[in-house]
């Protein structure tokens, strides 16, 4: 079992950066992959990124690929997704989450239903 707590969100313009944090409990952290997601108001949740239980590898929607960053530090529990160049449109709520799931050929996890532990999110918001 893990339980996650998510940090940093806040107001911001755009064009401007944040970093979110997601702190999780628990001796086998390294063991799980680790997504973010997003909903706005509205809307679905959404998949954002995910990296791998070594770091190893990462995978991004299309529509933050080349702005945002995910990152983790095992030896701390921490996930972390660096956001750059923000949108009015990247304006939701991010969720960190994790998952036993990791595919050997190369796929990654990126539907809500397999991510089986969650954070309680962190409002982020861009103004134009």
């Known amino acids: 079992q893990v339980q996650l707590v998510e940090s940093g969100g806040g107001l911001v313009q755009a064009g401007g950066s944040l970093r979110l944090s997601c702190a999780a409990s628990?001796?086998?952290?390294?063991?799980?992959?680790m997504g973010w997601f997003r909903q706005a108001p509205g809307k679905a949740r959404e998949f954002v990124a995910t990296?791998?239980?070594?770091?190893?590898?990462?995978y991004y929607a299309d529509s933050v690929k080349g702005r945002f960053i995910i990152s983790r530090d095992n030896a701390k529990n921490t996930v972390y997704l660096q956001m750059n160049s923000l949108k009015p449109e990247d304006t939701a709520v991010y969720y960190c989450?994790?998952?036993?799931?990791?595919?050997?050929?190369?796929?990654?996890?990126?539907?809500?239903?397999?991510?089986?532990?969650w954070g309680q999110g962190t409002q982020v918001t861009v103004s134009s």
């Open positions: 990296i791998t239980w070594s770091g190893g590898s990462t």
């Open positions: 628990g001796r086998t952290f390294s063991t799980y992959t």
């Open positions: 989450a994790a998952t036993l799931i990791y595919y050997s050929g190369g796929g990654y996890p990126r539907n809500i239903y397999e991510y089986h532990h």
